[in-house]
C-alpha cells in the first residue's frame, strides 16, 4: 500500500512538473539514456573493428591514441590481426548488454542489484578493452 501510495505521489508530483514546462529527468529516462550510450558504443566499436578488417588500414576513430601517426606505423597489420577478435568481442559485449538492459529496464523487471551488476561488467570490459588497445598500440603502431 505505501509503495502505491507514494507511487501516485510522484506521479501526480511529475504530472504538475509537465504542465509548467520544467523536465524532470528521473532514473528511468538517464538509464535509459545510458543503456542507448552502450548499445552505440558497441555498435562503433563493431563498425570499427570490421572496418579496419576490410579495408586492412588503421584509422585514427577515437579508439586509438590521436598522437599516433598510423600512417607510418611499423606494423598495422599486426595491430590488426591482434584487435580485431578484441573488438568484436568488446563490442558484442557492449551492444548486447545495451540491448538487454534497455529491454529488461522496459519489461520492468531489472533492480537495483543487477543494474549494478550490468554497469560493473561493462566497466571491466571498458578498461580490458583500454589494456588491450594500449598494449597493442605500443607494440604495433609506435616507432
Known sequence: VNNFCNDKLIMIKYAKNIKKGTFLMNTDSFDLFFNIIELLAGLYILYQ???????????NSG????????????????????????????????????????????????????????????LVVCILFAAATMKAQKKYLEK
Open 63 to 122: 579508439l586509438i591514441s590521436k598522437n599516433l601517426d598510423v600512417e607510418n606505423a611499423p606494423d598495422p597489420q599486426g595491430f590488426i590481426r591482434f584487435m580485431f577478435p578484441i573488438y568484436m568481442v568488446c563490442g558484442f559485449l557492449f551492444a548486447a548488454f545495451g540491448i538487454g538492459s534497455i529491454i529488461c529496464s522496459r519489461m520492468g523487471i531489472v533492480n537495483a542489484d543487477i543494474s549494478l551488476a550490468i554497469t560493473m561488467a561493462l
Open 49 to 59: 573493428g570490421i572496418n579496419m578488417k576490410r579495408t586492412g588500414k588503421v584509422e
